[in-house]
């Protein structure tokens, strides 16, 4: 029998509001829909992945903080979701503080990389979710995975900083993880009514080429209101216009990595 072991996938992104967590979620979502055992892990201080799975609380001793801090593991911590297949190492507000406290070790940036080591059997997929920083979470992230996934809002603004984004990734894949490679970038917010959108979308595929992925998330209201309900756009609204398009999306992702 064929032993697991999971890809994992960082979603990276210094600029906020992309819908860099939007996707994490919902690419989970849509893969474990398709059978697919996912790990969702949130290393972001805001802890918008878990309360988007409806963990609006994690628990005081299992949670991403306390395996960076060495006080638990991943396996101790992972908590399952409403969801099947998808469970979720879930975020604390004591992140806030995790990059002071990660400072003076000697492997700093590769400890997300040793929390996960031991459990990656266990599943096909870990999506990791990172705050909106070049900072030493999103580092660890970058660290441990094995590909990048960029999400990238059809905005003007969005290609300011993108250049700095991919120089960190070449930064760290020439230093700390010679595998890490771009997974693709995904277009998000993409409103068909504004001329702007599609100028941005063709100087970024100019750019970027096939790695822009063929699908592209939409500006949809039912996408925005569900994480604050604790559930994934599946869950919330499946006929949506936003939900279809994270499905077409996910079937895409699975293509894509089966070819490489």
Known sequence: MKTMKAKVVVLANQKGGVGKTTTALNLSAVLASKGKKVLLVDSDPQGNVSSGVGMFKASEDKNIYQCYMGNSDADASIQSTNLK?????????????????????????KQLRS????????????????????????INGLTAADSVLIPLQCEYFALEGLALLVNTIRKVKK????????????LTMFDRR?????????????HFGDQVYKTVIPRNVRLS?????GKTILEYDKNSTGAKAYMKFGNEFLRRTRGK
């Open 115 to 138: 929390i996960l080591r031991p459990i990656r059997d266990r599943f096909h997929f870990i999506i990791i979710d990172c705050p909106p920083s070049l900072g030493l979470l999103t």
């Open 194 to 206: 504004n001329r702007l959108t599609y100028l941005v979308a063709e100087e970024i595929q100019n």
């Open 85 to 109: 297949n998808l469970s979720i190492l879930p975020a604390s507000i004591d992140l806030v503080g995790v990059e002071v406290e990660l400072i003076s070790l000697k492997n700093r940036e």
């Open 225 to 229: 209101e569900s994480p604050s309900h």
């Open 175 to 186: 230093t700390l993880n010679h595998g890490l490679f771009i997974e693709g970038l995904l």
